[in-house]
């Protein structure tokens, strides 16, 4: 299963991408599809930004909460993020993640290279 994201890029703070990730399957299997950030030179740590259930539940890092949004589309195996707004800072990899989550801590996941996301000042 390959996750190929897109749509990252260099943006003045303020403005705003949609980053997109097309899995190779079909992505109704997967019980949830997340975004999660890492910034370039820190990979160590790696930060939830949103996630959808294929029940269609949303979250979000409290901090972007109205200024992100996460879809998925199981029909076209694709999965959104649309980043309103955007803060400048380090440069960051959004990375696509897609899995089974089993309970308890317990899940399955696939990740894709991701894609870079620099916001200028």
């Known amino acids: 299963v390959q996750l190929v994201e897109s749509g990252g890029g260099l943006v003045q703070a303020g403005g705003s991408l949609r980053l997109s990730c097309v899995v190779s399957?079909?992505?109704?299997?997967?019980?949830?599809m997340r975004w999660v950030r890492q910034e370039v030179g820190n990979e160590r740590e790696r930060e939830l930004i949103?996630?959808?259930?294929?029940?269609?539940?949303?979250n979000y890092k409290d901090s972007l909460k109205g200024r992100f949004t996460c879809s998925r589309d199981d029909a076209k195996n694709t999965m959104h993020l649309q980043t309103e707004n955007l803060k400048s800072g380090k440069t960051a990899v959004y990375c696509c993640?897609?899995?089974?989550?089993?309970?308890?801590?317990?899940?399955?996941?696939?990740w894709g290279q991701g894609v870079q996301v620099t916001v200028s000042s």
């Open positions: 993640v897609a899995g089974m989550a089993y309970g308890e801590g317990d899940e399955y996941s696939l």
């Open positions: 399957e079909s992505t109704s299997r997967f019980n949830f």
């Open positions: 949103a996630g959808r259930t294929r029940a269609g539940a949303t």
